[in-house]
């Protein structure tokens, strides 16, 4: 059983979506394990194949693969979001990014097998993990529009505005690689925000 104090996080969360009996959140919690990683420590590595979801209860993940040689951030993730390669956790091929701890991180982490018997088990998580995929999904739909139709300072502007904390805690050459900007670039559009 994890410790009832690191559940309080992804237990507000999850009660804005679904509302699950004492039951059913018995068995949720059983299935959390706390996890914490140091800063600059790899969660996932390109090659590997994404067994795990988690939800980060304190600190900030990157995202990145390499395209054309280069480290490219993909997102980030930070207190009180879920995470995981999505594709390779649902289709079970090898992951193409990365997972990096950008700061020290407490996290819960919950394995693909105890997710399907959660579903199988319960509606309520069924119906949870559907909502968080759809979520997720209209999230990517989202950012892909963005990066059409806005200008670089609208799309830094944005994100500043979502993610104050990531602005402050996150080196600001792995924005720029987020928002596929040079340092420089950003630093201009920085001084005019």
């Known amino acids: ?11 507000a969360f999850i009660r804005k979506i679904v509302q699950p009996n004492a039951e059913e959140w018995d068995a949720f919690a059983q299935i959390a394990h706390v996890k914490a990683l140091k800063k600059k420590d790899l ?6 194949t994404c067994n795990f979801i988690v939800f980060v209860n304190a600190g900030v993940l990157r995202e990145y ?12 993730v930070a207190d009180g979001q879920f995470t995981s390669d999505y594709q390779s956790f649902i289709m079970q ?7 990096e701890a950008l700061t020290d991180i407490e ?7 105890d997710i399907n018997t959660l579903y199988d088990k319960y509606k309520v998580w069924e119906r949870f993990g559907r909502l968080i995929i759809e979520q997720i999904f ?12 806005d200008s670089h300072e609208e ?3 944005a994100f500043a505005a979502a993610y104050p904390q990531i602005v402050q805690q996150v080196p600001q050459y792995y924005i720029a690689s987020y928002l596929g900007l040079t340092p420089e670039h950003l630093s201009r559009l920085r001084k005019k925000v």
Request: aromatic share 8%; with cysteine; proline share 2%.
């Open 65 to 76: 693969s390499y395209q054309n040689n280069k480290d490219t951030t993909v997102d980030f």
């Open 138 to 149: 209209c999230i990517a739909e989202a950012k892909r529009k963005k990066i059409i139709s």
């Open 1 to 11: 059983m994890t410790d009832l104090q690191a559940l309080v996080k992804v237990e």
């Open 43 to 48: 969660l996932l590595e390109a090659g590997q």
């Open 107 to 113: 996290m819960l982490i919950f394995k693909k097998e």
């Open 155 to 157: 799309q830094y502007r």
């Open 93 to 99: 091929t090898p992951s193409k990014q990365y997972l």
